[in-house]
């Protein structure tokens, strides 16, 4: 595609419960992010995947959180039993493999944790 | 622990005005800086610095790294309207992939 896709764009869920959140990267891209941006602060990163392996899971807040990606494309984020600290604009971004990591992101699925 | 640092957090100026944003960083082994430009939801991309001393430029926007210092200056002259925003500075550590982000700067500019 042209651009970073996520769906949905907003989620309103109750706390307890379980919700996926998508990303579809920039066709070729082979490197995919996720970052979460809470009200007024920095993206804080989440995930890194290359291909459909994680190198890097070091951001993942808790084991309620997962991600997956297959085919080398699209990637889910999970988080179980949500809560409300889990309310947070997550982002996602892509970048081709190589000496510049330049990384473009899309607008985002904005959580609400009732 | 890898640290970005924004200086000032918010800025309100008048349209024509210059305007100068500040990004401190500590980074083990620094490979790059990035500044991207955050107005609805998705951060749009700006610039890449990695040498020092070397500025780059697009249009009214302008952006210089000291890697001696260990900061960053994004310039915006002859500010318009349009370039009220969030402005993001970023590092990456070699090897690292991700970016560590500052907490941003929001700029407003009146009219």
């Known amino acids: 595609g042209a651009g970073v896709s996520q769906s949905p764009s907003n989620k309103v869920t109750e706390k307890g419960k379980d919700v996926e959140l998508r990303c579809d990267p920039i066709s070729g891209h082979t490197a995919l992010y996720w970052y979460r941006q809470s009200l007024g602060q920095g993206l804080e990163f989440l995930i890194y995947?290359?291909?459909?392996?994680?190198?890097?899971k070091s951001g993942l807040p808790s084991d309620r959180f997962s991600a997956e990606r297959t085919g080398g494309s699209v990637s889910t984020l999970t988080i179980q039993r949500t809560q409300q600290e889990d309310s947070a604009v997550y982002l996602c971004?892509?970048?081709?493999?190589?000496?510049?990591?330049?990384?473009?992101f899309g607008a985002g699925t904005r959580l609400s944790v009732l | 622990e890898d640290k970005v640092v924004q200086s000032p957090l918010s800025l309100v100026v008048h349209e024509g005005d210059t305007v100068t944003l500040n990004c401190s960083y500590e980074v083990t082994n620094f490979r790059s800086l990035l500044w991207y430009k955050q107005e609805k939801k998705a951060p749009t991309f700006l610039f890449m610095l990695?040498?020092?001393?070397i500025e780059k430029k697009s249009g009214r926007l302008s952006s210089i790294l000291d890697k001696k210092e260990l900061f960053s200056i994004l310039n915006i002259t002859a500010t318009q309207t349009g370039d009220s925003a969030v402005y993001l500075c970023?590092?990456?550590?070699?090897?690292?992939?991700?970016?560590?982000f500052g907490q941003g700067t929001r700029l407003t500019i009146n009219p």
């Open positions: 971004a892509s970048s081709q493999t190589g000496a510049k990591n330049i990384q473009y």
């Open positions: 990695t040498s020092s001393g």
């Open positions: 970023a590092v990456e550590a070699q090897g690292a992939q991700k970016l560590v």
């Open positions: 995947f290359q291909g459909n392996s994680a190198p890097d």
